[in-house]
C-alpha cells in the first residue's frame, strides 16, 4: 500500500513538469501491478484498493468521475489475469506494464469520445503514448529492482 501513496505523490509532483520534461507520469497504474504481486492471494483486498485508487485518482487528478474507478477496477481484473499466463520475472512484468498502459490510453480515449468529451483524433491518442510507455517502464523497472532488493535482504536476514 506504502508504493500506492508514494506512487500518487510522485504523480502529482511530476504531472507539474509535464509540459517540459515531456513525460506522463501514471505511476498510479504501475503501482497496481505491484500491489497484485503483494496481494494476488487475497483478491478481495486487492479489488477493493483497485476501486479506491481509482476513486483517489479521480479527486486528485481527473474530473471525469466515477471513469477512472472503474477503470482501475477493470485494469486490476486485467492484471489478475495476465499473472495466470506470466511468471514473475522482470521481462514479463515489464510486458505487462506495457498491456495495462496501453488499455488505459485506449479505453479511457474510446470513452471519452463515446461521452462526447473529446473529439475522434487518432493523434490525440498517440500524441503521449511513447511517452507514457517509457516513463512508467522506467519506474516500473525501478521499483521491480528495489523491492526485488528489499525481498531479497529480508529473506537472507530473516527479517
Known sequence: ????????????????YQKTLHITPMFSIVALIFL???YHKDSSFYYKACLFAGFIYDLLYTNTFPLN?????LLG???SKLYLFFS???????IINLLVLIIYKLVTFVILVLIGYLPFNFVLILDNLLSIIL???FFFIFIYIVFKE???KISRYGL
Do not use: A, V
Open 36 to 38: 497484485f504481486l503483494r
Open 135 to 137: 516513463t512508467n517502464t
Open 77 to 79: 481484473f486485467i492484471i
Open 1 to 16: 500500500m506504502i508504493n500506492l501513496i508514494i506512487s500518487f505523490f510522485l504523480d502529482g509532483l511530476l504531472s507539474i
Open 150 to 152: 528489499h525481498k531479497r
Open 88 to 94: 514473475n520475472n522482470l521481462l514479463n512484468g515489464i
Open 69 to 73: 474507478t472503474l477503470i482501475f477496477l
